[in-house]
């Protein structure tokens, strides 16, 4: 007997579907290749008279499928807009305004407002930057993200209260929660994630108003069809796979977990560890591939805290809504009792949280290819459907085997290349940087006395510090002689007054390359700040170090950090990369407000280069 588990649709409509997404998808990965969309033209032609020329024998297995795949894909390639560039979207900024205008009439701190407006906007942007490292680390950053978690909750609150007020007439309360959701997807600006959870959410409960049932298959179709055609931008992004492969885990892998263990408990505790279990697992993939790292510390404080956070957003999203009913003169009088429940759990949830990060987060990073890991948890992934596509998951030896294997891969995977050597962006602003990389930290550009530069906090401790401008003696001094540390390098570009006074500090000068010559084997990182007498030592330093390194997958990143008079030159710079005499073996960076995620990723996965 099978289990009714199909990968591909169940309905005509489904099909059509399909052949957008097997189209788009075509169009996403050879985008580059010329002449791809007049090569799909001609294949869907070719294809077509193929399948009128076989006989019908041969064709009688797809005779209803294909033509549906066809003419969806001729309507793709003639009407979709697959020039759309993918940029990072924010919530409506009278929405924000609205947001910012009710927290500062409430009783939360400054701190707690902001991790408010993060959870409710779903923007990583409105939370503290060390609290964003921290919930990255933790793997729970998808709770201040605009994911489907946030507009199920809400979807779910309005439909229960709804049910409560129209309980005799159900199509009302469905209408009213899909409205709802159509408005908080709007003014979040429609990340992809809502996209998806709110086509599920449409697509689910329009289907039982006429007493039908829809395939999962259908419903992940049909969905990633619709942002394919209208979304082609968002289509394949990191947000659109890490939120299908979650929901991926929940419909195909969860009904297999479910019947490997403990087959007769439907306890809260089992579900919820089951779900994080596929989730954990098909997210994986995506995340070692796209980042180079994984938190698997997050798979039990997501056990922990997902539940707790469907108890505390419809607890904000009453409070915000009661507080903004209210006139003014009443909401200042009534604000702290309005504000006790939702303040009482946010405590709880901010408390917890740093108990659980603080006690083991195991955030591992890699610095090499990770194939093997690939490899191995996709097979899982297809071990655990096949299991339950084939009704294959009654073998108590075969579900004992297949539940080592899984829950053994967690893991041996954190200890696959133990060594973590990848640099790391720690503090950043307008003028500077630095980057930590085992137990050295390189600090790159001027030091200002307003802002206060100090050791990062890593693993490593950090025994050498390497520098490159004057500015920032005082405050190398200061950490010398704070944390002890003896190893201190200064890259002098121009020969400097002080070089006595450096070495009787302990300082070595080191004149001969520029900071960041040696970042690792792979990498090198210069910086450099327009000024026009430096720009033949830069492109010297360009040639040589470009020369001295012929490893294959050496790259160089030159971080320009012009003024903001000068951010047309910074420009202009990648625009006449090639007349200056700059290789494409160098990425030029710009810095601007998303510097750190943008380096960031530059360093930890040199295939984005």
Sequence with gaps: MRVNTKLLPNSNFGWFCFGICVTATTCKIGNKIPGIYAFLFLFQLLFFCLFEILPPRLTKHCNHQVPWVILASFLFLLFAD???????????RFFRDFLKQELNRSPLSPFESRIVLGLVTGSTKEIPKDFKELAKESGILHLFAASGLHLGIFIGSIQFLGNLIFSKHRWLSILLSLGFGFLYLYVLNFPVSFIRAYLFAFLTLVSSLFYRKIAVSDLLIISSATIAFFCFSDFLSIGFLLS????????????????????????FLKENFTLTIVCSLCTFPVLV???????????????????????????LYTTLL??????????LLLSHWIWIPASYLLSLFLKLFQSLSNFERAYKEWKSETTLLLV???????ILWALHRYNLNQNRITNRLI??????FFPLSFWHEEVNSLPILTQSGKGYFTITLENKMYLYGNCSPQKRIGLPKTIHPIKQILFESETCLQTVLRLQKKEKIRDVIFFETQVSPFMRQFEK??????????????????????RFDGNPKEVNSLLRALKESEKNNSFQKWKGILVLDFPPWKKK????????????????????????????????????????L
């Design 82 to 92: 697959t020039n759309q560039t993918l940029s990072q979207r924010f919530p409506k």
């Design 244 to 267: 299908f492969s979650a929901v991926f885990g929940i419909f195909y892998l969860k009904p297999s977990l479910d019947q490997m263990i403990l087959k007769t408990n439907k306890s």
């Design 289 to 315: 591939y796209s980042f180079h790292s994984y938190s698997y510390g997050g798979i039990w404080i997501n056990y922990c805290l997902v539940p707790f956070a469907g108890i505390l957003l419809p607890s």
């Design 322 to 331: 009661f507080q903004s009913l209210l006139p003014s003169s009443f909401s």
């Design 376 to 382: 191995v948890s996709i097979l899982l992934i297809l």
């Design 403 to 408: 539940l080592c294997v899984l829950f053994l």
């Design 505 to 526: 500090q302990g300082i070595q000068i080191q004149s001969s390359v520029r900071l960041g010559n040696d970042l690792t084997k792979n990498v090198t990182l210069f």
């Design 569 to 608: 030159e910074a420009k202009e710079w990648i625009t006449y990369q090639k007349l200056l005499g700059i290789s494409n073996a160098w990425k030029i960076i710009i810095v601007e407000d998303q510097f750190e995620i943008s380096l960031f990723h530059y360093l930890t996965n040199p295939n984005l």
